[in-house]
Structure formats: C-alpha cells, structure tokens
C-alpha cells in the first residue's frame, strides 16, 4: 500500500501535468502567437503630415490573405485562425513563414471582409508552389499611397467610420484624393479595456491633377454635410 502523501500527491501531478499540457496545446493553437508574437512592422515611407493624418507610401511585397464573411470581430477572429495556422506550417509546403505588422481589414463586400498581413522575403517558388491553400491565399501586393490616421479605443464600425471622416477632412485641402474605403489596420490585438487601445485607419489616395484642389467653399460644405450626418446618426430613433 502507498503511503498517504502519495495518494494525496497523485491527483495534483496529474492535474498539473494536464493542466501544462493544455497550456502547450493552446500555444500551439493560439494564433496570436504567430501573427502578433513579433516585432517586425512593415516598412512605411511619411511622404507628408496633413493635421493628425499621415501620407504614407508602402512598398510592393506577398501578403498572406483570407476572405470571411460575418461580423468584422467575428470575422476577424477566423481569419487571425487561418492565417495564424497557415504562417505557422500548416501550408502545402509544410513551411513557417514570417509575417510583418499590421494586421489590414479591408470590407470587400457587404458583410464580407478581406483580411490580410504582410509576408516578408517570401521567394516567386513558394508563391507559385502555395499561392492557394484552402480558403488562405498568397497575392503579391503592390507598392500603395495611404492616408492614415492613429485612433483610441477599441475598432468599433463606429469608430471606424468617424476616422474615416477625419482623413477626408484633411485630405480634402490638399493634393490627395481618396480612392477607396476604409481599412482597418491592427499592430495589436484590441485591448480589453478601451481606453488602453489603439488602432489605425487608413484610406488608399491618389494624387490630384494640378489645379484640382477643393475649393475652400466646397469644403465648408462638405464639411457641414458631414457634421450633419454625425449629428443623425448620433441621435435617438424617432418612434
């Protein structure tokens, strides 16, 4: 017969080794650990600050990308699982791949999201060899103009849509012009509480002919058309 202590101390090793090996099977399926475990960020040029708006230039490269339907959190959290899956070996392949930040969610059609993330020093034998892998794509990117705008707080559509009112507001003096929707760019996921969040929205511009900047009149009734349609949908239902 054991002793006492050992019978007493059976129950916990097990628990304890059940509890690890829970912890390792969820790092395993976690993918916020591949998608969000590192520090690389893709290479971005400032070509200029208009108020809290920046004009950036990316550069040509291969993203990583998946099309979900749903929700945009709902629709997030299965591509961070695709992707993070894919990045992760589970590829025809059978290769880990590196990603770069951030993380770009795109509406490609009603309540349908195209969401993607930036792969670094992926060569043309791989993309031709994977460049479909189930419902995760490799496409090559090319070298793009954005407006982008830092924001607090968590990414609500609501959110989403007030920046990118601010970025049209800023840009609607200058030499750019919009052309395309809004993205949402994440280098985190968004965080518990709020007010410890932060994300990016960004709008793909173009740059005006010359000549073809907003007249100062235009914009102030642009801009009270916009202050209009925030003041609606602020306000309650008329029932």
């Known amino acids: 017969m054991s002793p006492p202590l050992d019978r007493a101390s059976r129950p916990y090793g097990t628990r304890h080794l059940i509890a690890r090996l829970g912890e390792k099977v969820g790092a395993l399926w976690n993918p916020n650990r591949v998608l969000f ?16 708006v920046e004009i950036r230039q990316t550069l040509a490269g291969w993203s990583l990308e998946t099309c979900v339907k749903g929700e945009p959190d709902q629709a997030r959290a299965t591509a961070l699982r695709r992707l993070g899956n894919y990045a ?42 994977s460049e479909r892998n189930g419902r995760v794509r490799l496409r090559a990117v090319d070298a793009e103009l954005l407006g982008v705008i830092r924001v607090p707080g968590r990414p609500t559509p609501l959110a989403v849509r007030h920046a990118e009112t601010a970025i049209r507001h800023a840009i609607a003096p200058t030499r750019w012009t919009a052309t395309g929707g809004a993205m949402l760019r994440l280098h985190a996921l968004p965080a518990v509480l709020p007010f410890l969040g932060r994300f990016e929205v960004a709008i793909p511009l173009a740059e005006r002919a010359p000549g073809s900047v907003t007249p100062d009149w235009m914009r102030r009734v642009f801009n009270r058309a916009a202050e209009q349609e925030a003041a609606t949908q602020s306000s309650p239902p008329v029932r």
């Open 88 to 129: 992760d070996g589970k590829n025809r392949g059978r290769t880990r791949l590196r990603v770069m930040r951030p993380l770009v969610q795109t509406e490609h059609a009603a309540g349908r999201w195209r969401i993607r993330v930036a792969l670094p020093g992926v060569d043309g034998d791989f993309a031709a060899a």
């Open 37 to 52: 475990g590192s520090d690389e960020t893709a290479d971005e040029l400032i070509v200029a600050r208009q108020g809290p």
